[in-house]
């Protein structure tokens, strides 16, 4: 029988193993993301975070296991139902990855222009509102290059939320990032949770990013392809008895 799943998750994922061949990366993932959270996906070099991620958004297909979303499965669907729920999504990548011969006013439009029929005067008027949402009204026509990492990066934000999406997905968001720009961009997040009631779900290692806006989480760990913690990152600092989840938690800080 398959476990119940919570009756309030946005996103639960039921006994998910994740393999290359015969390569087992994480095997027996159980866990329910709820609407509404900051879900941090954490653990150690190599214990399968971003693989994790793929999974979640449809790149690609566990070897067993299901992820749900609002109860309806991702990967027993036809190719089309799954593409029309992955419209659902938005994605931040690790590199921004916005096109460089275009401006950011057609990045942003670029999802709108194929998979709506909104006219480009619409259009127009949806990527200044991204552009607001993320701090950079009045940069529609710029470069990529011509921006910092920073502005990269919330440009590229602007692009996940160009589709309205109820979920948002980041891989390592504050990579590359001085302090500064870090913080800003974790509470640009929190910003637009708020605002917008989306989930979001991001895998980091940056300590300051995970106790500060991570309301809930899970741990990979590599040694034994599986999960060893979930909950809340500032609960599990304070009472996880499992010393690798506390030596990542504090960096190995024996003050903390």
Known sequence: MPAERPQDAHIFVHNLTM?????????????????????????GSGC????????????????????????????????????????????????AALWSSMTLAENIALPLEQYTDLSPSRIGELVSLKLALVGLAGFADYYPSELSGGMQKRAGLARAMALDPDILF??????????????????????LRDSLGATVVMVTHELASILTIGTNSVFLDADTKTMIAQGDPKKLLAESPDPKVHEFLTRGDPQA
């Open 19 to 43: 393999a290359y061949g015969s390569l087992v990366i994480q095997r027996d993932l159980t866990f329910g993301v709820q609407r509404g959270d900051i879900f941090i996906i954490m653990g």
């Open 170 to 191: 980041f891989d390592e968001p504050s990579a590359g990032l001085d302090p500064v720009s870090s913080r800003r961009l974790d509470d640009l997040i929190l910003e």
């Open 48 to 95: 399968g975070k971003s693989t994790l991620l793929r999974h979640l958004v449809g790149l690609q297909a566990p070897a067993q296991g299901d992820v749900l979303y609002d109860g309806q499965s991702l990967w027993q669907v036809e190719p089309a139902e799954r593409e029309r729920m992955m419209r659902r999504f938005g994605v931040l990548y690790q590199s």
